[in-house]
């Protein structure tokens, strides 16, 4: 019986990212975030630029990408926005990836939703802004007198991209199986994630 995925949504500048890779460290998984990015890139035949931007621009729906994908038309599909093209060609990634690998860590990308039918073990990272801010300077080397605005327009397109793809809400702590406060440390919120996935799959 295969292991359920982990999935993690996070705030911008909450260290979803760095704490996704250490949870697969921690298991000896894979885990995928800007590598989705890459494939969907080479598959493509686009420049990265476009793949990531054609990422933070909202699909038109999310229904609709799932009827795509499930009955391509090369017809259909040609009068996609880039970017319904590029969450489609994510999405059959992701699935492809979840065909070939007993469990692995994905980040972001609406993940749970995409493969809530193969089962997932949710997880939703956030901080308090002041933290956010702080790290997005010091880590991610946003200047500081912008770091605030670009931390709010990065939680607004990922929130958005979540409830326009998912019908649903992504602060809906119901949709997760963990909430993490990653301000406790990230090599902790990796350990309780760990942790508790083992308990899950013990059950």
Do not use: H
Not at 78 to 101: G, H, T, Y
Not at 115 to 131: H, S, W
């Amino acid at each position: 019986m295969k292991k359920p995925i982990i999935t993690i949504e996070r705030q911008y500048g909450s260290g979803g990212s760095t704490i996704g890779k250490l949870v697969a460290e921690k298991l000896g998984i894979n885990c995928y975030n800007r590598q989705i990015l890459d494939m969907t890139a080479e598959r493509c035949g686009f420049e990265k630029e476009q793949i990531e931007s054609a990422e933070e621009t909202v699909p038109t729906s999310f229904l609709y990408s799932l009827l795509m994908t499930a009955n391509p038309t090369r017809s259909l599909e040609d009068n996609l926005p880039l970017s319904d093209k590029v969450f489609i060609m994510e999405s059959r990634i992701i699935n492809e990836i979840a065909d070939k690998e007993d469990s692995f860590v994905l980040v972001g990308r609406c993940g749970s939703y995409v493969l809530e039918e193969r089962g997932c073990f949710n997880v939703f990272i956030y901080a308090p802004q002041d933290f956010r801010i702080k790290r997005a300077i010091e880590e991610y080397g946003i200047k500081e007198n912008k770091a605030e605005n670009f931390m709010k327009k990065a939680d607004k397109r990922r929130e958005t991209f979540f409830n326009v793809n998912t019908g649903k809400n992504w602060f809906d702590k119901e949709l997760y199986a963990l909430c993490l406060n990653s301000e406790i440390g990230d090599d902790l919120c990796a350990e309780l994630i760990v942790k508790a996935y083992n308990e899950y799959n013990s059950k």
